[in-house]
């Protein structure tokens, strides 16, 4: 089946650093999805990417939809404390289907 | 608006007894997925419906699962009996299903304690 690939594990920044994280699969993918997931919540949709070679911005969150399709990545500038939390992106089919990475765990120092 | 909305949000039992979960999808959507969270496994999709019609429950663990959808605003799914090795969170997401643009939004989840 469909597999996504997402690095880092884990993260542990300063406040005030960039983070960079990003997916990768073998299969292509229509959409890709990204999510944010604080402690006892659901995820949180932050980017959704539906062209492939998009690039899309929502604050200081930055994601690209990979020119391949099979790839996408994650791009937060300037962390602050409230960023803190696990990070999943998520690849889409015609079918509706979401393929989950494994997620980033990122802490902020302040 | 209302978000996907998710009842228990916390449900503590004992082996043996069953389990119902409750979800309200985002109104005018019509997919809705159950997912199960845990450490070892992530992020599991258990079952999902195209307008109330389940289209894809490979993911139900065994036959103890059962999940239905008797109209487009409320889903179920149950256990029974329930095990410790169910203990995990339960996420219902829904979608508005647009090809091309797959989406899913989560409730807050249910979090089950098996004792």
């Known amino acids: 089946g469909q597999q996504l690939n997402q690095s880092p594990q884990s993260m542990f920044i300063q406040e005030g650093e960039d983070v960079s994280m990003n997916c990768t699969s073998s299969?292509?993918?229509?959409?890709w999805l990204w999510y944010k997931q604080d402690p006892g919540e659901g995820p949180v949709l932050l980017i959704a990417l539906y062209k492939a070679g998009e690039l899309t911005s929502n604050g200081r969150l930055t994601a690209q939809f990979g020119i391949t399709r099979k790839d996408s990545f994650l791009n937060i500038s300037a962390s602050i404390p409230s960023d803190v939390g696990i990070y999943f992106c998520a690849g889409g089919t015609s079918y509706g289907k979401l393929t989950f990475g494994q997620g980033t765990i990122l802490t902020v120092h302040p | 608006d209302a978000g996907v909305i998710q009842s228990p949000r916390h449900e503590v039992t004992e082996m043996g007894q069953e389990v119902t979960l409750r979800c309200k999808p985002i109104?005018?959507?019509?997919?809705l997925f159950w997912y199960r969270q845990t450490m070892m496994r992530g992020l599991e999709l258990l079952i999902y419906f195209n307008n109330n019609v389940p289209i894809d429950d490979s993911g139900m663990p065994e036959d103890r699962f059962s999940a239905k959808m008797p109209n487009a605003s409320f889903s179920t799914l149950k256990i029974q009996p329930s095990e410790p090795r169910d203990s995990a969170v339960y996420f219902c997401?829904?979608?508005?299903?647009?090809?091309?643009?797959?989406?899913?939004?989560f409730g807050p989840g249910t979090r089950l304690l098996v004792l």
């Open positions: 109104s005018g959507h019509n997919s």
């Open positions: 299969s292509i993918f229509n959409t």
């Open positions: 997401a829904s979608s508005p299903l647009q090809t091309g643009q797959e989406t899913q939004y």
